[in-house]
Structure formats: structure tokens, C-alpha cells
């Protein structure tokens, strides 16, 4: 195949699933989210900060959870403190699908393909949730750092993490693999 027709086919596959999953998202949101009467997050959002509180009541901090009364989010409480807020675009679903696109974009066995889509998600998801902890700590420790941890370190862990997945899918488990292989011999 040519290296053009290769490139186009790449991006059909990438543009076609992502706003395949982008559209079966954004449906969900739709029918799980309210701002009347109340504010009410997706199950999804609301899970990512409940699963945060776990953790970080695990490790002996006092944090609570409350849905926001003014927007889309659920807050997080530190010792009564109100210290971060998870919003729909913390929740990981929307780096996931990107994450799938590029998965499935680049050609793989389908087995390895769907494997991977699904362990390297549930990776992002727990990675993030761990992140949003972490973000929550920190921001409770050092408020006036806001800017940089929330704009710069934070968002480089999550981007970072799906880049090395990327990576791995690409050198060990894509057809891309087989490819380089064989061009060596």
C-alpha cells in the first residue's frame, strides 16, 4: 500500500471512530446530565470524585464530596475546605477516545487491537483518578500554585501516560511492528 493511501486510511479510521465514541458520549452526557431543577454531574464524573475521596481518605485525609450548586461539577472537600472541583473534562472519558482512535487508527491484530484499548483505558482512568488526588492534595497544600499544577503539571501526567501507551502500541503490539521487522531482514 502507498505510503499516501496508508496516511488517508490511518486518518479515515481515526476520524470515524472518534467522533463515533465522541457522538455515543456526548448522547450519554446528554440524557445523565441536568441543570434543572438541580445541577446533576454524569455517573461517570461523579464516580472519578467519589473514587478520589476514597483514595485520599485512605490515606487519612478528611474529604467529603458535594454536587456544585452552580455548574456541571462535584466538589471536593478538604477538611471542609472546598479545594477542587471534577468537571466533565476531568473525568478522563474524553482522553480515552482519543486514546481508542489512535488505537484502533493504527493497524493491529483484533484481538491485541481490543485488549489493548481496553487495558490502556482503564489504565487512563486509574491514572487519572490518582491524579485528581494527587491535584486535590497539592492544591489544599499550595493554593497559590493553582496555575501551574492544574495548567502545566497535572495535564503533562495524563498526556504524557496516553504518549508512552501510544508508543507501546505502536513498537510492540501494532502491525507496524511486524513491518519494521520485516523490512530488517
Known amino acids: 500500500m502507498s505510503k499516501r493511501k496508508s496516511i488517508l486510511l490511518f486518518l479515515a479510521k481515526f476520524f470515524i471512530t472518534y467522533f463515533l465514541l465522541f457522538g455515543l458520549y456526548s448522547s450519554h452526557l446528554h440524557k445523565t446530565q441536568q441543570k434543572i431543577p438541580f445541577f446533576k454531574c454524569s455517573p461517570v464524573t461523579e464516580s472519578v470524585a467519589h473514587q478520589t475521596k476514597a483514595i485520599l481518605n485512605v490515606f487519612g485525609y478528611a474529604v467529603n464530596t458535594e454536587a456544585h450548586t452552580k455548574e456541571l461539577s462535584v466538589k471536593l472537600l478538604v477538611h ?17 477516545i482519543l486514546f481508542i482512535a489512535f488505537v484502533i487508527a493504527f493497524p493491529g491484530p483484533l484481538k491485541a487491537t481490543l485488549l489493548y484499548a481496553v487495558t490502556g483505558s482503564f489504565i487512563i482512568y486509574a491514572v487519572n483518578v490518582l491524579r485528581i488526588a494527587f491535584l486535590t492534595m497539592a492544591l489544599y497544600k499550595y493554593p497559590n500554585e493553582q496555575e501551574i499544577l492544574h495548567n502545566l503539571i497535572f495535564p503533562s501526567i495524563i498526556y504524557g501516560l496516553v504518549f508512552l501507551l501510544w508508543v507501546i502500541w505502536v513498537n510492540v503490539f501494532s502491525n507496524y511492528k511486524k513491518i519494521k521487522d520485516a523490512k530488517k531482514v
Not at 471542609?80 to 480515552?96: H, K, L, W
Open 80 to 96: 471542609d475546605v472546598y479545594t477542587a472541583r471534577v468537571i466533565e473534562g476531568c473525568n478522563s472519558i474524553s482522553i480515552i
